[in-house]
C-alpha cells in the first residue's frame, strides 16, 4: 500500500513538472505552471518522507530547513542583474546534491553493483563533477573573482582531450570492475578538474551557452541518479532539465553563428589574435561624439524608437532608468518599442528579466526575429551597453570573425545613438563599423548617469 | 557482474521518452521566458533530494548520513532557492494594458 502511494506521488510529481514547463509557453500561463511544478515537487518529497527505508529524521529535517532558509534568502536578496550568477551557483547546489548521492550508492555497494547500475553512477559522477567545478567557475567568472577573459595556455585543448580519454577510460574500466574504489575515486577526481579546464577558456560573452550547458549537464546527472537508485520521477525531472538546457545551448550557439564544440573549444581565444589584422583601421575615420542636451533634444521630437540593451545595461544596473527614458518618449507621443538579442547579457533571457524589473511590459519588448524589420522604420535606434550584437560586420564583412552572426539590423535606422562606456572594443575584439555611421551619435559615460541626464535634459526641452 | 534487469531497460525508456516530450514543451518556450525557464528547469533537477532523503535517512553509518545530509542540504538550496526566484521573475512579467500609470 505504502509503496503504491510513493509511486502515486512520483507519477504525479512527473505529470505536473511537465505541465509546469508547459506554462511557460506563455508569460499568461507561466505563474500556474510553476505553481504546478512547486505542487509536484512537495509531492514528491512527500512521497519520499514515507518511504519504508527512512528511519531517522532528525538529520533530514534540519538540512531541509536550513537549505530552505539558505534558498530563500539567496532568491530574496540578490538583485536581479545577479541572475546569471545565482543560476550557475544553484546548478552547483544541485549537482553536488547528485554526485553525494552516486558517492553514499557507492560506498554502501560497490563491488555488488550491476554493470547498469554501475554505469548510470559513472555518468551521474562524470556529469555531476563536471557542473560542480564547471558551475563554479561561472559563477566566479559572472562574480568577477576569477577573470572573465578567457583563459588560454599552450596545449590547452590537447591536455583537455587527454583529460576527458582518462576520463572515459576510468568509466569503462570501472563498468569492468564495479570494485575498482580508486578507479572510482579517480574518476571524481578527474571530473571535476575537466569541470574547471572547460569553463577556464570561455569568456563572458560565450556565459550563455555555457550557463544552458550546464544546466543541461545538471539535469543529466540527476536523471543518471535516477537510473542508480531506480527512481523514475528522477529519471523524468531530470531527462527534462537535461533537454532543456541543451535546447537553449543550441538556441544559443546559433545566435552566435557557432557550433558548441567551437564555443567549447575556446575559439574566440584564437580568433581575437586574428582580430587585430581583420578588425578596420580606426585610425582615420571620426566617431560623431554628441552632448545629451542635442540627444535629448531629438529623442522629444521623434515618433518611433527601438532600444537595444546589452549587457552593459546589466553592468550598470540601468533598466529603470531606460524604462523611465522611454516614459519620457511616450508622453511626448513617441512609440518605444525594445529589441533583444538573443546573447544579449550573460544568459538566456537575460534582458527581459531585467526590462520586466523595471515594469516594461512585455508586449513592448521584441525577438530578433520580430523586430529587425522595424529598424529601417525606427527614427531612432537607442544602444545601451550593446555592441557585438550590433556589428553590421557580421552581415557585411566576409572577412569578420563574426560574419554570419545573424545581428539586430541596428544601421537601418534612421538615427542611432549609442550609449557607450569607452571606445574598447566589444568581447570579441572587433571593431564596430557602426560607431563610425555618418549616423550614429556616441554617448560616452556610465549608462545609468547618462540616461539620468538625459530623462532631465527631455523635461527641460 | 549482472547485467541490465528488465526493469532497468524499461527506465531508459522512460528517460529517452521524457527527453522527447521535454524536447517538444521546450521548443515552444519564447526567448522572453527563457530566463525563468532555466530558474525552473534548474529547481527541477533538485530532485535529486528525493534521492538525498533515502540517503540521509536510512541510518546506514556515520559517514553516510553525513553526506547524505550535506546532499539534502545543497539539494533543498537548489529548489527552495530556483523556485523563490522563479516565481519572483514571473511576478515582473506584465503587459502594458496592466501597467498603473
Not at chain 1, 504525479?12 to 506563455?26: D, K, P, Q, T
Not at chain 1, 518605444?336 to 534582458?351: D, F, K, L, N, T
Not at chain 1, 551597453?385 to 570573425?401: E, M, T, Y
Request: charged residues 15%.
Amino acid at each position: 500500500m505504502r509503496d503504491y502511494f510513493i509511486q502515486g506521488t512520483y507519477f504525479a510529481a512527473s505529470v505536473l513538472f511537465i505541465l509546469g514547463l508547459r506554462g511557460l509557453n506563455s508569460p499568461a500561463t507561466a505563474r500556474r505552471g510553476l505553481v504546478y511544478a512547486e505542487i509536484g515537487m512537495l509531492l514528491a518529497i512527500v512521497g519520499t518522507l514515507v518511504h519504508r527505508e527512512i528511519i531517522q529524521f532528525e538529520w533530514i529535517i534540519g538540512a531541509m530547513v536550513l537549505g530552505s532558509i539558505i534558498g530563500v534568502l539567496m532568491s530574496v536578496l540578490m538583485p536581479m542583474t545577479a541572475v546569471p550568477q545565482r543560476t550557475a551557483i544553484s546548478h552547483m547546489f544541485g549537482a553536488i546534491a547528485a554526485v553525494l548521492v552516486g558517492i553514499i550508492e557507492y560506498r554502501l555497494h560497490g563491488a555488488e553493483l550491476s554493470t547498469f547500475t554501475v554505469g548510470a553512477l559513472g555518468f551521474e559522477i562524470l556529469f555531476g563533477a563536471i557542473t560542480i567545478t564547471g558551475s563554479f567557475m561561472a559563477f566566479g567568472k559572472l562574480q568577477g573573482f576569477i577573470p572573465s577573459p578567457p583563459i588560454t595556455y599552450r596545449f590547452q585543448n590537447p591536455s583537455n582531450i587527454l583529460l576527458f580519454t582518462v576520463a572515459v577510460g576510468l568509466f569503462l574500466y570501472l563498468i569492468y570492475n564495479p570494485g575498482a574504489t580508486s578507479a572510482f575515486n579517480l574518476l571524481l577526481a578527474a571530473s571535476l578538474l575537466a569541470g574547471v579546464l572547460i569553463v577556464l577558456p570561455i569568456g563572458g560573452a560565450d556565459m550563455p551557452v555555457v550557463l544552458s550547458l550546464l544546466n543541461s549537464y545538471a539535469g543529466l546527472a540527476a536523471a543518471a541518479t535516477g537510473l542508480a537508485i531506480s527512481n523514475n520521477v528522477l529519471i523524468i525531472a531530470g531527462a527534462l532539465d537535461g533537454t532543456s538546457g541543451f535546447v537553449l545551448s543550441i538556441l544559443m550557439s546559433k545566435a552566435m553563428n557557432r557550433s558548441f564544440t567551437n564555443v567549447l573549444f575556446g575559439a574566440f581565444g584564437q580568433q581575437e589574435g586574428d582580430a587585430a589584422l581583420v578588425g578596420s583601421t580606426a585610425g582615420d575615420r571620426s566617431i560623431r561624439s554628441t552632448t545629451l542636451e542635442d540627444a535629448a533634444i531629438q529623442l522629444a521630437y521623434t515618433r518611433y524608437v527601438i532600444i537595444v540593451p546589452g549587457y552593459g545595461m546589466a553592468v550598470s544596473q540601468a533598466q529603470h532608468q531606460v524604462r523611465e527614458l522611454a516614459d519620457a518618449i511616450e508622453k511626448r507621443g513617441g512609440e518605444v518599442r525594445y529589441a533583444i538579442h538573443p546573447v544579449a547579457g550573460r544568459m538566456p533571457g537575460h534582458m527581459n528579466v531585467l526590462l520586466a524589473e523595471a515594469n516594461v511590459p512585455y508586449d513592448k519588448i521584441y525577438d530578433m526575429e520580430a523586430i529587425n524589420e522595424e529598424f529601417s522604420h525606427a527614427d531612432v535606434a537607442l544602444v545601451i551597453g550593446a555592441n557585438d550584437v550590433v556589428n553590421p560586420a557580421a552581415r557585411l564583412d566576409r572577412k569578420s570573425p563574426i560574419y554570419g552572426m545573424p545581428i539586430l539590423r541596428v544601421d537601418e535606422a534612421r538615427n542611432i545613438f549609442v550609449l557607450k562606456r569607452g571606445m574598447n572594443p566589444g568581447f570579441a575584439g572587433i571593431e564596430n563599423d557602426l560607431f563610425y555611421d555618418s549616423k550614429t551619435s556616441m554617448l560616452f559615460g556610465d549608462a545609468k548617469s547618462s540616461l539620468n541626464k538625459l530623462v532631465a535634459a527631455m523635461k527641460d526641452v | 557482474m549482472t547485467t541490465a534487469t528488465l526493469s532497468q531497460m524499461l527506465q531508459l525508456y522512460v528517460f529517452v521518452l521524457a527527453g522527447f516530450v521535454g524536447y517538444q514543451v521546450i521548443s515552444k518556450v519564447p526567448p522572453l521566458l527563457h530566463t525563468p525557464l532555466m530558474s525552473m528547469t534548474n529547481a527541477i533537477s533538485g530532485i535529486s533530494l528525493v534521492g538525498s532523503l533515502v540517503a540521509a535517512g536510512s541510518g546506514h553509518d556515520q559517514t553516510s548520513t553525513i553526506l547524505g545530509a550535506t546532499a539534502v542540504l545543497c539539494a533543498t538550496i537548489n529548489v527552495v532557492g530556483g523556485f523563490v526566484i522563479t516565481d519572483r521573475m514571473l511576478r515582473m512579467f506584465k503587459r502594458s494594458d496592466r501597467r498603473q500609470s
